[in-house]
């Protein structure tokens, strides 16, 4: 018996290490091959860079249109945010605590609303943002994200405001406190795991839109990085390796951010798991 779970033990610990290794070697050959010249790269493309070059990379960074990217994919996944966790956690309160005529067929509707990507709306959409003059503005991309990330936000929300004992509300009730004060003041710094993790799940999709804000955004003043990406490939098609410097340089960002927020994320999706 105990030769089997260590044999178990071990095959899992490989498979863990084949995953990580999938995922290692690619962005580790994207951070080697930024230190070559397109030269070297096409004739050494696999071995360590003869001479190690820095130009790639120190290049894109004393760029300015580059930290302007990273800085309006920033604003951006704040801004979605904010208004996705807002909107989502009043509505997920009032789902979870409150019972109306019509409550389970309202949260039928958000439910389904996981079933529909955003492609199927992208014509109504711009249409939408056009009318409004939303077109080449930064709330043309933050409003439709929150929108879309409605959904599995509330989802999430409401399952873990079912988890707060009906006892605290009523407690929190007979002592003078009001339904907003229960929600402002109690609710929601008991959910805190919870609200962190849609935080980061807003944060994560708002970074790696590419879609909207390619469809929003004509003027490079507003671009976010992965249209960045996509503009500065076409640019420099042919420098290979000051192409892979600049992959590279733009994910760091949100490897820096999944490395900080890993733990609150999975710290969060655990407290629901083991309060459902």
């Not at 071990?10 to 030269?39: C, D, E, M, Q, R």
């Given at each position: ?56 990379y120190t290049g894109i960074l004393g760029d300015g249109m580059f930290w302007r990217q990273i800085a309006n994919s920033a604003g951006i996944a704040i ?66 994200q929150a929108a879309f990330g409605l959904p599995t936000t509330i989802i999430i929300l409401r399952g873990f405001f079912r988890t707060i004992p009906a ?89 820096a951010f999944y490395a900080v927020a890993e733990r609150q994320l999975i710290g969060g999706l655990t407290a629901g798991a083991t309060k459902g």
């Open positions: 018996m105990k030769a089997r779970r260590a044999a178990r033990g071990l095959s899992l610990h490989a498979v863990v290490w084949l995953i990580g290794a999938f995922v290692a070697a690619p962005l580790g050959y994207a951070v080697i091959s930024g230190f070559k010249s397109t030269g070297e790269l096409t004739t050494n493309p696999f071995g360590l860079p003869g001479r190690w070059e820095a130009g790639n801004g979605t945010t904010c208004c996705t966790v807002a909107a989502s956690a009043m509505a997920a309160f009032v789902l979870a605590r409150y019972a109306f005529r019509g409550r389970e067929l309202f949260y039928a509707l958000f439910t389904v609303g996981l079933m529909f990507p955003f492609a199927v709306a992208v014509l109504p959409l711009f249409l939408l943002l056009r009318t409004f003059g939303l077109l080449d503005n930064p709330l043309g991309v933050i409003l439709p006892e605290v509300e009523e407690a929190a009730v007979m002592d003078g406190c009001g339904k907003f004060r229960f929600f402002w003041r109690i609710l929601l710094p008991m959910a805190r795991p919870a609200l962190g993790t849609v935080s980061v799940l807003a944060i994560v999709a708002s970074w790696n839109n590419f879609f909207l804000p390619l469809l929003v955004f004509d003027s490079p003043t507003w671009q976010t990085v992965p249209v960045g990406v996509q503009q500065f490939q076409g640019q420099y098609s042919t420098d290979y390796a000051l192409v892979l410097a600049y992959i590279v340089l733009a994910m760091v960002p949100a490897l």
